[in-house]
């Protein structure tokens, strides 16, 4: 298969044979195989972020079904995030890439549906977010490591005059996501926010959970500036576990990441 060139889906006509950006489609779930070019389309970059697709009366005449049909296939289209419908005069179907939003409510939906425990989120949690203060250490700039200073002394003051909210704890696990450099992390972690977020343990330690929070990610912070990996992993641990009896579980994952750090530091002296 050609770079570039969208992956041919079984039932849809080639477009590449008479260079068409879609073909007719012959199938009887007409919408999805429409759904289906498009998405290539958009996914190997021949119709770019930013650009408006084709009216619906014009992809109605390409793919040879009616407007409603096409409809269909753009509200599917839309539901990836991959387009952005608006109405009025200069509306239409726009191409625009998938925000982290869309990760979040899609993973918030499969969790739902199986039934997820509150031992399952933490251990979730705990997996994500050693891997991404791992990254941070290595990775985090000076503006990075200062914002994030930043967010805890904002963190103290809101302490200090009863405003405190979760979605200042919320802010800082995405801002130390930021601080990783991974696009996919970030995306990720916008989860934290729903069907991952700490919340409903947090509520149990009352008043005090707040005062123990902003101190936890204080000490984070404290080991990301010192490039402290073990210790960066120790606080996210002990910040995570907190309230939980999971202790045994994350104990293996701290053993783990410790002896790997031991064996990369080996590696190196050796070279």
């Known amino acids: 298969m050609s770079p570039g060139r ?3 889906v ?3 006509a080639d477009p590449a044979r008479d260079g068409a950006l879609f073909a007719p489609v012959a199938v009887a779930r007409a919408s999805s195989a429409i759904a289906d070019q498009i998405r290539n389309a958009i996914l190997t970059g021949r119709v770019k972020a930013g650009e408006r697709l084709s009216p619906e009366r014009e992809l109605a005449e390409q793919f040879g079904v009616s407007r409603v049909t096409v409809r269909d ?4 289209i839309e539901a990836m995030g991959l387009i952005e419908v608006k109405v009025g005069a200069r509306g239409g179907a726009f191409v ?3 925000t982290g939003s869309k990760v979040a409510q899609s993973m918030s939906d499969m969790m739902v549906m199986s039934a ?3 031992e399952d989120i933490v251990e979730a949690r705990l997996i994500v977010e050693l891997g991404t203060v791992t990254l941070a250490c290595a990775r985090a700039t000076v503006e990075d490591l200062a914002q994030l200073r930043e967010l805890c002394e904002r963190g103290r003051d809101a302490l200090a005059a009863g405003t405190y909210t979760r979605e200042l704890s919320w802010d800082f696990h995405a801002r130390l996501a ?3 450099h991974n696009g996919a992390v970030g995306g990720l972690t916008l989860s934290f926010r729903s069907t991952l977020s700490m919340h409903p343990l947090r509520v149990r330690e009352g008043s005090r959970a707040h005062t123990l929070t902003v101190d936890e990610h204080l000490k984070i912070v404290e080991a990301l ?3 402290d990996g073990d210790a960066a992993r120790r606080m996210m641990a002990d910040h ?3 309230g939980t009896t999971l202790e045994d579980r994350s104990a293996a994952l701290l053993d783990w990441w410790r002896a790997r750090d031991v064996r990369q530091s080996s590696s190196r002296r050796a070279k």
């Open 178 to 180: 930021s601080a990783a």
């Open 240 to 242: 995570l576990l907190r």
């Open 116 to 118: 997820t425990t509150p």
């Open 96 to 98: 625009t890439a998938p």
């Open 225 to 227: 500036e010192q490039h």
């Open 6 to 8: 969208p992956t041919k």
């Open 10 to 12: 079984e039932g849809m």
């Open 73 to 76: 296939a753009l509200r599917s």
